[in-house]
Nanobody, 124 residues
Framework: RCSCRRWGGGLVQTGGFLRLSCTAS????????VGWFRQAPGKEREFVVG????????YYEDSVKGRFTIDRDNGKNTMYLQMNNLKPEDTAVYYC?????????????????WGQGTLVTVSS
């Protein structure tokens, strides 16, 4: 785990938006692929979006394509997840994650650092 401060979770209505942020305090994000996993109630944790450690290659899981955008600011040691047009099925605890020199897609076993998780609830 890292001391990743995260902001942005909360309750929003269907069609609304949220922006999640995650700042690393124990390591430099520059050398890491970063991404977001989520875990819905009663389900396994799943990989949602990622951005490679260099070249800025991104990956989006099909259900969030066109609605979510991942970004990073290495100067601020921070990663972001902009979530638009939220749906009830997006309700989950969202975890930021970092994989040393990883690609845009990585598994839980690849993760070197996890954020603490933030709850996003989308009401219908």
């Amino acid at each position: 785990r890292c001391s990743c401060r995260r902001w942005g979770g909360g309750l929003v209505q269907t069609g609304g938006f949220l922006r999640l942020s995650c700042t690393a305090s124990e390591f430099a994000l520059t050398n890491y692929a970063v991404g977001w996993f989520r875990q819905a109630p009663g389900k396994e944790r799943e990989f949602v979006v990622g951005i490679s450690w260099r070249w800025g290659i991104t990956y989006y899981e099909d259900s969030v394509k066109g609605r979510f955008t991942i970004d990073r600011d290495n100067g601020k040691n921070t990663m972001y997840l902009q979530m638009n047009n939220l749906k009830p099925e997006d309700t989950a605890v969202y975890y930021c994650a970092a994989d040393f020199r990883g690609g845009a897609v990585f598994t839980q076993d690849d993760v070197d650092y996890w954020g603490q998780g933030t709850l996003v609830t989308v009401s219908s």
